[in-house]
């Protein structure tokens, strides 16, 4: 599934070069999980002002509304000049003056979905509720340990859920834990003001490494320019349950928690 690292890898990937691009057609294939939300003539003529990120979601602001496009769990993102006849699991396309933006989603659980502005609702429903950016100075050490300290389960659960800091999905919260030092099972409410401090940079950390080298590519996750990413060549936990750990040698762990994979060193990660 694409993460925060991914998105952002996706979205400078395309971002200056459509920058000013006129829409001159939309194409829509087969339904995905949300429908657009408007007549696909009421984006023609429209200019493509700029490409923004909020958590997992493409911002593209547009002369009169914006698009929210969401990769969901195998969506990728291609823009180019000459693409080559839609396929099978293409099913969005943005003709623009600059080239074609083009959704490819084999499980359809992607979307692209107009509104009005980001305070409408139909953008409220999907941004609404998510937390503050990891990667923005919003994201303070101290209201994160205070957050934490109010919830009682445990810690790796509760950053996919994002409501603390979005976009810590599952490849990226295992990292952190282990730069910080923190078994994934630990409960939220024991973890001291320190070790807090710790995470909140581990998760900036993570993330920042991730966008550098391009985000993880674990099946198909290409950038816009058909590129892949290269992070999860150095995962330290993620995906090498019984592996030695890159540190202390010991047998890297694997567990399920929440119906997802887990992955931790049982030496360096303390409960």
């Known amino acids: 599934m694409p993460e925060l690292p991914e998105v952002e890898v996706t979205r400078l990937s395309f971002a200056d070069r459509i920058a000013g691009a006129r829409i001159e057609g939309v194409v829509v294939g087969k339904p995905l999980r949300w429908p657009l939300g408007c007549e696909a003539a009421q984006l023609h003529g429209q200019q493509v002002l700029a490409v923004r990120r909020r958590g997992k979601y493409l911002l593209l602001d547009l002369s009169d509304g914006l698009l929210l496009m969401h990769l969901g769990m195998s969506g990728s993102v291609s823009f180019g000049a000459n693409l080559p006849l839609a396929g099978k699991h293409d099913h969005f396309d943005l003709v623009t003056s600059l080239g074609t933006l083009r959704l490819h989603d084999p499980r359809r659980f992607g979307a692209v979905v107009h509104a009005a502005g980001e ?7 999907l941004l609404g509720r998510l937390g ?3 990667l923005s100075e919003a ?3 101290l209201v994160f340990h205070q957050w934490l300290h109010a919830r009682h389960t445990a810690i790796k659960p509760l950053l996919l859920a994002g ?3 979005v976009g810590v999905g599952n490849i990226y919260a295992s990292e952190a834990l282990f730069l910080a030092g923190i078994r994934p099972t ?3 409410s024991q973890i001291s003001k320190p070790r807090a401090a710790r995470l909140h940079h581990a998760i900036q950390t993570v993330l920042t490494d991730a966008v550098a080298k391009g985000g993880s590519t674990l099946r198909d996750f290409s950038n816009a320019a058909g590129e892949a990413g290269h992070f999860q060549l150095e995962a330290m936990v ?9 540190v202390c040698a010991a047998p890297i762990k694997g567990i399920r928690q929440g119906q997802r994979s887990t992955f931790y060193c049982a ?3 303390k409960p």
């Open 132 to 134: 503050v950016e990891p």
């Open 238 to 246: 993620y995906d090498r349950a019984g592996l030695p750990c890159r």
């Open 119 to 125: 305070a409408h609702p139909a953008a409220q429903k």
């Open 163 to 165: 409501q603390a800091v």
């Open 139 to 141: 994201f303070d050490a």
């Open 186 to 188: 630990t409960r939220a």
């Open 267 to 269: 030496t360096c990660q």
